[in-house]
Antibody
Framework: EVQLVQSGAEVKKPGESLRISCKGSGYSFTSYWISWVRQMPGKGLEWMGRIDPSDSYTNYSPSFQGHVTISADKSISTAYLQWSSLKASDTAMYYC?????????????WGQGTMVTVSS | EIVMTQSPATLSVSPGERATLSCRASQSVSSNLAWYQQKPGQAPRLLIYGASTRATGIPARFSGSGSGTEFTLTISSLQSEDFAVYYCQQYNNWPPGGTFGQGTKLEIK
């Protein structure tokens, strides 16, 4: 079964750092980009950025460039999303997602989501 | 950046009836348009991509149409499990992951 499994919920304080993970299985991890999508409480979906696990090349949405870092370790089929200094406004559900294909960047495989809560 | 606008924000329909959801792009996205369903506490589920191609395992009562700037998702006969929030996404233009509409909540009338 093709799946993405994300790390568990996190509760952090403003200014703390955090890295969440997304592990792929059931397919060739290096054959598909992995994207991260944010969903703030009660709000819609926002694409944050993506990584090519084969060479760790990344693209970021301008809205998130410089605020987060996306990385991957292809040896363990895992992608990461990290913050160096969290803000309360980072409180959201974060999903990783895999596209249908190289030219069809609709997302057919999603992780279960990681809820990040940032509060003092 | 392309702006995706969905209408209506909320749609109230009775089970067994047809639901029609709309999505408009601020500029042409060709047929590079997807639809997702999201239920509370769950990740989004891909329904349609390429404007009209059903994703794997999606029932035939879901259909998509349109091209350019105007798109429609039709659910032919609503089942209880179809009441959810629906999002459209264009993936034709930057950014690479596309942009999403704000969502339409489909509720039971």
């Amino acid at each position: 079964e093709v799946q993405l499994v994300q790390s568990g919920a996190e509760v952090k304080k403003p200014g703390e750092s955090l890295r969440i993970s997304c592990k792929g299985s059931g397919y060739s991890f290096t054959s598909y980009w992995i994207s991260w999508v944010r969903q703030m409480p009660g709000k819609g979906l926002e694409w944050m950025g993506r990584i090519d696990p084969s060479d760790s090349y990344t693209n970021y949405s301008p809205s998130f460039q410089g605020h987060v870092t996306i990385s991957a370790d292809k040896s363990i089929s895992t992608a990461y999303l990290q913050w160096s200094s969290l803000k309360a406004s980072d409180t959201a559900m974060y999903y990783c997602a895999r596209p249908v294909g190289a030219t069809v960047t609709a997302f057919d495989i999603w992780g279960q989501g990681t809820m990040v809560t940032v509060s003092s | 950046e392309i702006v995706m606008t969905q209408s209506p924000a909320t749609l109230s329909v009775s089970p067994g009836e047809r639901a029609t959801l709309s999505c408009r792009a601020s500029q042409s996205v060709s047929s590079n348009l997807a639809w997702y369903q999201q239920k509370p506490g769950q990740a989004p589920r891909l329904l349609i991509y390429g404007a009209s191609t059903r994703a794997t395992g999606i029932p035939a009562r879901f259909s998509g149409s349109g091209s350019g700037t105007e798109f429609t998702l039709t659910i032919s006969s609503l089942q209880s499990e179809d009441f959810a929030v629906y999002y459209c996404q264009q993936y034709n233009n930057w950014p690479p992951g596309g942009t999403f509409g704000q969502g339409t909540k489909l509720e039971i009338k």
